[in-house]
C-alpha cells in the first residue's frame, strides 16, 4: 500500500464547475497535509495547507481534512482552463519528511 | 526575496559519469529538501539538510548523496550514473520550525 493515495485522473470537469479531489494516506500519526499544484514542465507550488480536522477556504479553494478516515480533498470551485495541472497531495509525517501521492490530473474543458 | 534556485537547469550526462547539482534556499532557511520525480515513480524524496546535518533520509541507493554548507545552499550528487536517474530534480526549502516547502525550478537530468 502507498503511503499517499491519489486518482491519476485526468479529471475532467466543465469551465465554471466544482472539481474535487481525494487522497488518502496510510500513516496515521501524520499531522500536516499539503495540497500542491504543478503545472507541466514547472515546479510544484503550494496550493493550501490544512493541519486540523475540517474544511478550510481560501479563495476557490477548499481544502477538507478527516483524521479518522485518513482523507485529504481539495475542491476547486468555479473551475477555469487555467486550473488545468496535476495536483499532488502531500502529508508530512513523523520525520517532518514531506510524502507525495503520484497526482491527479485536472483538466477543465473550456 | 528571491526564490529557491538551482542549477543547472539540463543537463545530459551518460551511463558511468557523475552530476552535482546545486541549490540555494530562500534567503533565512536553513532547511534543504531534495526531491527526485520521473513520471513511474512521482516525487520521491531524497533526503532533507538543516545546518548542514543530515536531518531525513529516503530509501535511495548510496550512489545518492548531499550535503549543506553553512550558508544553507546545499549539494546532491549522484555517482556512477544510470539510465534510470534521468529525471527532473527539484529542491526546495523551508523556515526553521515551518511545514511548508518552497521548491526551486529544478535541474532535468537526461542520462544517456
Known amino acids: 500500500q502507498k503511503e499517499v493515495e491519489q486518482n491519476s485522473g485526468p479529471l475532467s470537469v466543465p469551465e465554471g464547475a466544482i472539481a474535487s479531489l481525494n487522497c488518502t494516506y496510510s500513516?496515521?500519526?501524520?499531522?500536516?497535509f499539503f495540497w500542491y499544484r504543478q503545472y507541466s514542465g514547472k515546479s510544484p507550488e503550494l496550493i493550501m495547507s490544512i493541519y486540523s480536522n475540517g474544511d478550510k477556504e481560501d479563495g476557490r479553494f477548499t481544502a477538507q481534512l478527516n483524521k479518522a478516515s485518513q482523507y485529504v480533498s481539495l475542491l476547486i470551485r468555479d473551475s477555469q482552463p487555467s486550473d488545468s495541472a496535476t495536483y499532488l497531495c502531500?502529508?508530512?509525517?513523523?520525520?517532518?519528511?514531506?510524502?507525495f501521492g503520484s497526482g491527479t490530473r485536472l483538466q477543465v474543458q473550456p | 526575496k528571491a526564490g529557491v534556485t538551482q542549477t543547472p537547469r539540463y543537463l545530459i550526462k551518460t551511463r558511468g559519469q557523475q552530476v552535482t547539482l546545486s541549490c540555494s534556499p530562500i534567503s533565512g532557511h536553513r532547511s534543504v529538501s531534495w526531491y527526485q520525480q520521473t513520471p513511474g515513480q512521482g516525487l520521491q524524496f531524497l533526503f532533507e539538510y538543516f545546518s548542514e546535518t543530515q536531518r531525513n533520509k529516503g530509501n535511495f541507493p548510496g550512489r545518492f548523496s548531499g550535503r549543506q554548507f553553512s550558508n544553507s545552499r546545499s549539494e546532491m550528487n549522484v555517482s556512477t550514473l544510470e539510465l534510470g536517474d534521468s529525471a527532473l530534480y527539484l529542491c526546495a526549502s523551508r523556515d526553521s520550525g515551518a511545514n511548508v516547502l518552497t521548491f526551486g525550478a529544478g535541474s532535468r537530468l537526461t542520462v544517456l
Open positions: 500513516d496515521r500519526g501524520s499531522q500536516s
Open positions: 502531500a502529508v508530512m509525517g513523523g520525520r517532518r519528511a514531506l510524502t
